[in-house]
């Protein structure tokens, strides 16, 4: 079993929808992370959580570390928005405690 | 200055070239890590570099050697790849290990 988990791995919406991927989590961590990376592109850093929930725009994420459990949601959702979204969690083992990603959500938004 | 640079953005090479990818940040973070990304597969660690001095090697081959001259630079340099090296090279900075990464947007790599 992976110790980061996403769900779905692949989501096609329609423009406007509102849309949730979830991703779980086995170990202790310090931090989650969620990343998006466009087509061929390189990774951009979306939220750093430890706690509660946190707002960018459109985007919003949450995290419930009783349940090791994470959730990143698009409100209103664009073509644009179509990229993979990772989820990935900083460890508490280890000793340089780098990233252990899970294994994408590919979203396509339609038109 | 919030952006990790990554030169090249695309490297074609032969299996006996030498090449060099390089990695900048100016946002004062003291560690610096190479990724190698596989397509539809997530990031792979290679390296760890923390306070300049190389803390992780994922067990990477030899051919693939991590230098970091300063603070606020990582090469990788690159001898005698194999074309299953051809992928995605994703360089991060954080300001501590462990902590909240910025990704470059990476070198795209083909090794012919």
């Known amino acids: 079993k992976n110790e980061v988990e996403q769900s779905p791995q692949n989501l096609t919406a329609q423009e406007g929808e509102f849309i949730t991927i979830n991703c779980s989590y086995s170990v202790g961590i310090s931090a989650l992370h969620w990343l998006q990376q466009h087509p061929g592109g390189g990774i951009v850093s979306l939220f750093m959580?430890?706690?509660g929930k946190k707002k960018h725009g459109r985007l919003i994420a949450t995290i419930n570390i009783q349940e090791k459990h994470s959730s990143l949601h698009i409100t209103a959702s664009h073509p644009r928005d179509s990229a993979v979204y990772i989820c990935?969690?900083?460890?508490?083992?280890?000793?340089?405690?780098?990233?252990?990603f899970g294994s994408g959500t590919q979203l396509t938004v339609l038109p | 200055d919030t952006e990790v640079t990554q030169t090249p953005k695309h490297l074609v090479m032969g299996m006996t070239n030498k090449k060099s990818l390089k990695c900048e940040q100016h946002?004062?973070?003291?560690?610096m890590y190479w990724y190698k990304q596989k397509a539809k597969k997530p990031p792979e660690l290679m390296f760890v570099y923390s306070y300049e001095k190389l803390s992780i090697n994922e067990s990477v081959p030899s051919r693939f050697s991590p230098e970091c001259p300063n603070s606020s630079l990582l090469n990788l340099h690159l001898h005698a790849l194999q074309p299953e090296d051809s992928a995605l090279y994703l360089c991060?900075?954080?300001?501590?290990?462990?902590?909240?990464?910025?990704f470059g947007p990476g070198t795209r790599l083909t090794v012919t």
């Open positions: 991060a900075s954080s300001q501590e290990a462990g902590t909240g990464h910025f």
């Open positions: 990935a969690v900083t460890s508490l083992s280890g000793s340089a405690r780098q990233l252990t």
């Open positions: 946002m004062g973070h003291r560690a």
């Open positions: 959580l430890s706690s």
